[in-house]
């Protein structure tokens, strides 16, 4: 048993060492594409470019389709996390801060409920996190929102079923 839980950790590892390389090839171009590599660093605004104005930003949903290809179910929530993070950079006042908030929380809640663990569902927020706040400007927006969040001293709390919190 001792030997199978080595194993299984090992494989671990060996998926977050790979999710680690596949994200530092991210800001290029697949190979064989002819589309042009969208920069995100260059935004003068929160939002950045997004042309089907779907509200994720365009290297956003690129990197979330191309990290998680044969994974639906956190593909979803972290498009919806993307959604939450960029509403948690614009949000205007603490009613809109908390808003934000429980749109990220639930993304955290649905994907509990479909057997991701919540060390698990951090690790790939965190990838979508680095990626999306990557301008002076954003980072000033989250911190900002983040740091009245904290001084606001609100728990978290999760008041329904875990799956209830997903969208269908």
């Not at 929160?46 to 365009?58: A, C, F, K, N, S």
């Not at 290297?59 to 948690?88: H, N, V, W």
């Not at 809109?96 to 790939?124: N, P, R, V």
Request: proline content about 2%.
């Amino acid at each position: 048993m001792r030997k199978l839980t080595g194993t299984i950790m090992n494989f671990k590892h060996s998926l977050w060492v790979l999710m680690a390389a596949m994200i530092s090839l991210s800001n290029t171009s697949l190979a064989g594409s002819t589309e042009r590599t969208y920069d995100s660093t260059l935004d003068k605004t929160i939002l950045g470019q997004d042309l089907d104005e779907d509200g994720v930003r365009d290297d956003i949903e690129s990197f979330i389709s191309y990290t998680y290809p044969g994974s639906p179910i956190i593909r979803d929530q972290m498009i919806r996390y993307s959604k939450a993070l960029d509403a948690l950079m614009l949000s205007k006042g603490m009613n809109e801060i908390l808003k934000a908030s429980s749109q990220m929380d639930a993304t955290k809640y649905c994907a509990i409920s479909k057997g991701y663990t919540i060390d698990e569902f951090i690790q790939h927020t965190r990838f979508v996190y680095e990626k999306q706040v990557n301008t002076s400007s954003r980072i000033i927006a989250a911190a900002k929102s983040e740091r009245a969040l904290s001084y606001a001293s609100i728990p978290s709390n999760r008041t329904k079923p875990y799956s209830s919190y997903c969208e269908d």
